[in-house]
C-alpha cells in the first residue's frame, strides 16, 4: 500500500506555517523599532527624553536619572506620580576615599 503523506505532503504543510512564522517575526521587529524611538518623525525644535538609569527604591517607587536637551535630571516614580527631584550637573561627586581623606585629616586651628 503506498504512503499517501510524501514530501509533497510535508513541504506542503510547512510552506504555510515558514510565511507566517516570517510575517510574524517582521512585525515583532517594525514594533520594536517603533516602540522604541528608531523611526517616526523628529519635530524641529522639540527635545528627545530619555532615561538613562532607573533604580527601584521600595514597592511601586523608583528613582530615575532622565536626560532632556544635552541636561540630566534625577526624578522619582511612585503611585502618586512623577516628581523632579532637581537637575543633576556640575563636578562629579570626589571618590569615596578621596572624601574619608578629608574628613579624618586634623581641622586647622582657628
Keep these: 500500500m503506498p504512503s499517501t503523506f510524501g514530501a509533497s505532503a510535508i513541504l506542503s504543510t510547512l510552506a504555510p506555517l515558514a510565511v507566517i512564522l516570517g510575517v510574524l517575526m517582521a512585525a515583532t521587529y517594525v514594533v520594536r523599532r517603533f516602540r522604541y524611538g528608531g523611526w517616526g518623525p523628529r519635530r524641529a525644535g522639540g ?51 578621596d572624601a574619608l581623606e578629608a574628613a579624618q585629616s586634623p581641622a586647622p586651628d582657628a
Design 47 to 97: 527635545s528627545a527624553i530619555t532615561i538613562v538609569a532607573t533604580r527601584p527604591v521600595g514597592p511601586g517607587a523608583a528613582l530615575m536619572i532622565v536626560e532632556a536637551d544635552g541636561q540630566r535630571f534625577l526624578v522619582s516614580s511612585g503611585r502618586q506620580g512623577i516628581t523632579p527631584i532637581g537637575a543633576l550637573g556640575g563636578a562629579p561627586a570626589p571618590a569615596f576615599s
